[in-house]
Nanobody, 126 residues
Framework: DVQLVESGGGRLEAGGSLRLSCRASGFPFEDKAMGWFRRVTGKDREMIACIDSSGSTTIAADFVKGRFTISRDNAENTVYLQMNGLKPEDTGTYYC???????????????????WGQGTQVTVSS
């Protein structure tokens, strides 16, 4: 069975940093693009960043460019999200997901992802 287990969330003050991890199992991790999403108050689930299967190409939403970085370690079956300069509006639940089709096909759409983790909570206070 496919399993995605996120970790690394927590509570912190604005301006701080966190690194989220997502450990994957049950599928050929090195063959799949991976994404990070979040659900924040008042918004639908939104894509943060996506990384291709090799880790050489990434794409990120405009609202996190320069602050968040996606990366992966295929030897560890893990995808990461480094978050710097956190703001109160970043508060929410963060999810990793497996992209069903190749990286370049509509990576911003939640419909492109077929497996999801349970999420990890990030709370940023002002």
């Amino acid at each position: 069975d496919v399993q995605l287990v996120e970790s690394g969330g927590g509570r912190l003050e604005a301006g701080g940093s966190l690194r989220l991890s997502c450990r994957a199992s049950g599928f050929p991790f090195e063959d799949k693009a991976m994404g990070w999403f979040r659900r924040v108050t008042g918004k639908d689930r939104e894509m943060i960043a996506c990384i291709d299967s090799s880790g050489s190409t990434t794409i990120a939403a405009d609202f996190v460019k320069g602050r968040f970085t996606i990366s992966r370690d295929n030897a560890e079956n893990t995808v990461y999200l480094q978050m710097n300069g956190l703001k109160p509006e970043d508060t929410g639940t963060y999810y990793c997901a497996v992209k069903a089709r190749p990286f370049g096909i509509n990576p911003f759409s939640t419909d492109e992802y077929n497996y999801w983790g349970q999420g990890t909570q990030v709370t940023v206070s002002s």
